[in-house]
Structures are given as C-alpha cells and as structure tokens.
T-cell receptor, first 115, second 115 residues
Framework: AQTVTQSQPEMSVQEAETVTLSCTYD???????LFWYKQPPSRQMILVIR??????QNATENRFSVNFQKAAKSFSLKISDSQLGDTAMYFC????????????FGKGTKLTVNP | NAGVMQNPRHLVRRRGQEARLRCSPM?????VYWYRQLPEEGLKFMVY????????ESGMPKERFSAEFPKEGPSILRIQQVVRGDSAAYFC?????????????FGEGSRLTVL
C-alpha cells in the first residue's frame, strides 16, 4: 500500500520569508503523480502544484516550487515570499499514473504566516 | 463555469438517522470520488465511481455506508443509522474520463455533525 508521510504537524514563518514543508512517500511504482494541496480555513481543497515522477525537472508555480528526489522518495514544497494568505493546511498527495487518479493524502502540515 | 457542487454544506443528524450527501461533478467530468476528513486529519479515500458503476470502494466502511452515481443526477453518499463517529467533513472530487494530469477537482465539502 502506498503511504504519504508529512512529519511536520505545524510550522510557522514570518511574512516575506521562505518556508519548506516536507513530504516522503512509499511506493513500488515507477510512474506516478505527486501533489501539494492547500486547505485554507474555508476548507476548500486547492491544488498548489503537481509533479510527474518521470520528469526530473522540479515543478514551479510562481512562489511555489518543489524539490523532488525520486530515489529518496521525497517531495518537499518551498514557499517563497510567504504571504498572510498562505496560512492554511497543506497536504501532500500521491496517485498512480494511468490508474484511477485515486489520491492518497498525508496528514497535513498546518502553516501559519505571521505578520 | 461551475466547479464541483456539494450539498448540503452543513448537515446535522441525530444518532440513528440517515444522512444523504450530494455531489454534482464539474461539467464534462464523469469520474467521482468521495473522501472523508476527520478533525485534524488528512483526507481518506472512500469510493470511486463512474456513471452507474462503483469502480473502487476499498475505503468504504462495510456497513451503513453506500454510494451511487446514477446515469442522471448527482452522486449520492448515503450513511444509514449515523453514529457520532461519522461526524466529519465529506469531500467530493471529480475528474474527466481521460486525464493525463492526475488532478482531482474538489468541492467545498459537506460537514456532517451527529448529535
């Protein structure tokens, strides 16, 4: 079974600084997707960034980037120039490529951006 | 362009009653997923459906829970004889019939409170 582990239950960062959220996963598959979803207090799940396992280049979306280490099964999220609106729960997730798109989620990291 | 629509947003039931949660996928999407989020936890997969078919129900409790996605109308997650432990947020997500991104699009969730 696939598992996703987020070892940081809570983190905080000052506005405008950079923070990195950790995620590791376990799978025997070679083709898969990895995702970071954001869940603000409104509880809506919002996709932040996705990475295809076959791509060596790390994905970036504006202030969000990932450090994907396939051999180490690590997928960390870096948020640069943190903003107050980044305060949310962040979930790392995994799904098979070519499968049912069923997502397996980690338990989440609660990020607080302080003014 | 409506996203995934879930209703009701909030539902209160007494122990032993039935709860019905509805989900209309995004336009053009034919795959529906239900997830449950307990307080302070990540999302747990429950069931994956296509029109008139249950594809994967490996996350569904064996008793009291059922799901359907009829040819016409929304997908429905039904919980019979609710207990306090069923109190949670239930999220629906959808994806198109063919996708090369692995991404799921989430609704805003239905929060069930069992008194």
């Amino acid at each position: 079974a696939q598992t996703v582990t987020q070892s940081q239950p809570e983190m905080s960062v000052q506005e405008a600084e950079t923070v990195t959220l950790s995620c590791t996963y376990d799978t025997s598959e070679s083709n898969y997707y990895l995702f970071w979803y954001k869940q603000p207090p409104s509880r809506q799940m919002i996709l932040v960034i996705r990475q295809e396992a076959y791509k060596q280049q790390n994905a970036t979306e504006n202030r969000f980037s990932v450090n994907f280490q396939k051999a180490a099964k690590s997928f960390s999220l870096k948020i640069s120039d943190s903003q107050l609106g980044d305060t949310a729960m962040y979930f790392c997730a995994f799904s098979y490529q070519g499968g049912s798109e069923k997502l397996v989620f980690g338990k989440g990291t609660k990020l607080t951006v302080n003014p | 362009n409506a996203g995934v629509m879930q209703n009701p947003r909030h539902l209160v039931r007494r122990r032993g009653q039935e709860a019905r949660l509805r989900c209309s996928p995004m336009k053009g999407h034919s795959h529906v997923y239900w997830y449950r989020q307990l307080p302070e936890e990540g999302l747990k997969f429950m069931v994956y459906l296509q029109k008139e078919n249950i594809i994967d129900e490996s996350g569904m409790p064996k008793e009291r829970f059922s799901a359907e996605f009829p040819k016409e109308g929304p997908s429905i997650l039904r919980i019979q004889q609710v207990v306090r432990g069923d109190s949670a947020a239930y999220f629906c997500a959808s994806s198109p019939s063919t996708t090369n991104t692995g991404e799921l699009f989430f609704g805003e969730g239905s929060r069930l409170t069992v008194l």
